[in-house]
């Protein structure tokens, strides 16, 4: 049975969080902020640790920073915050933490932002798991080109190349993070507002699912380029979408702190690569890290482009 930490001052919202956290099959350990949270976390090891708003303080500190400890890139996956200020989930998402539950939420929501807490620590394992494959696979490769259409698609391809990167953990995040945008805003034509409702109501899945088998979407691909530049890889990826405004997406904007999500390019950009760069309308996004295995590749590879951004 998968564990969760919940970290509360408020006595009220503590039982009602453990109570849902239960109906959800969980075994669920409570503390305060001012209490034990940093010596539960290291005696119990949880799956999922969800933190109110108004534990952001110094107090709760040295448990976020014992976390850091264990993980690369700076990212708190494992932590979901619950909040209704604006300026705790800028703060929250500032410190690394990129799961907000916006309160009053929904039991629905407050699943899925487990599942995906739980969906990306068996991401991490399979990408220990794919490592050798990858570079058995990849390694021999000075660039290639992949075509997929599904998420499923995408993870798949995501945890594959990743495996290929210094820090495999870091790269994946950002991969899927550009992927998953890739399909759903680029091909499938699913806006940021309508994703808002999508989310609210629980819908978003099953709305994806229905567009890749629409005629009018279903033809649609997203192309991934893989290049070696020296001792880094160089990750593009094209959406068959008409573009969309990205500058607005690429901080961390405070008048979208309680937003379901809208986070995900930020993250990319600030957490998991060496460097992130949108092209055109905003179908194409150039990103890259730090390759495993020192390659020499000539630059010549490269558009022009490319390597002046490279060379940045």
């Known amino acids: 049975m998968e564990r969760v ?9 503590r039982a009602l969080l ?10 669920v350990v409570v503390c305060t902020a001012q209490a034990d949270a940093l010596e539960l976390h290291r005696e119990l090891n949880p799956d999922c640790i969800v933190l109110d708003g108004d534990c952001l303080d110094r107090t709760i500190n040295p448990l976020l920073d014992d976390l850091r400890k ?3 890139g700076g990212m708190l996956f494992s932590v979901i915050l619950q909040t209704a200020s604006r300026s705790s989930a800028h ?7 990129p799961h907000v539950l916006v309160k009053p939420y929904r039991q629905n929501a407050l699943q899925a932002a487990i599942q995906t807490v739980f969906e990306h620590k068996r991401s991490r394992s399979a990408l220990e798991e794919r490592v050798g494959a990858s570079e058995e696979v990849f390694g021999m490769m000075d660039e290639g080109t992949f075509r997929f259409r599904t998420l499923d698609q995408a993870r798949g391809l995501a ?10 953990e870091r790269t994946y995040t950002g991969l899927w993070e550009l992927l998953v945008n890739a399909v759903e805003h680029g091909n499938l034509g699913i806006t940021y507002e309508q994703k808002s409702e999508l989310l609210a109501s629980g819908n978003w899945e099953a709305e994806v699912g229905h567009r890749l088998a629409d005629p009018k979407y279903r033809h649609r691909e997203v192309q991934v380029s893989l290049r070696r530049h020296r001792d880094q890889l160089v990750f593009t990826v094209k959406d068959a979408g008409t ?10 904007a405070p008048e979208r702190a309680l937003d379901a999500h809208g986070r995900g390019i930020a993250v990319a950009k600030h957490f998991c690569f060496s460097g992130l760069e949108y092209r055109g309308a905003g179908n194409e996004v150039v990103a890259w890290v730090g390759a495993r295995m020192s390659r020499q590749v000539s630059e010549s590879h490269l558009a022009p482009a490319e390597a002046r951004s490279l060379a940045v």
Request: glycine residues 8%.
């Open 18 to 27: 453990e109570r849902r956290l239960q109906r959800l099959n969980f075994e």
């Open 243 to 252: 573009g969309f405004d990205f500058r607005p997406h690429l901080d961390f």
């Open 91 to 97: 703060d929250a998402t500032l410190l690394g933490i």
């Open 70 to 72: 264990h993980i690369s």
């Open 5 to 13: 930490l919940v970290v509360d001052t408020n006595s009220a919202s």
């Open 159 to 168: 945890l594959m190349l990743a495996g290929l990167a210094e820090d495999g």
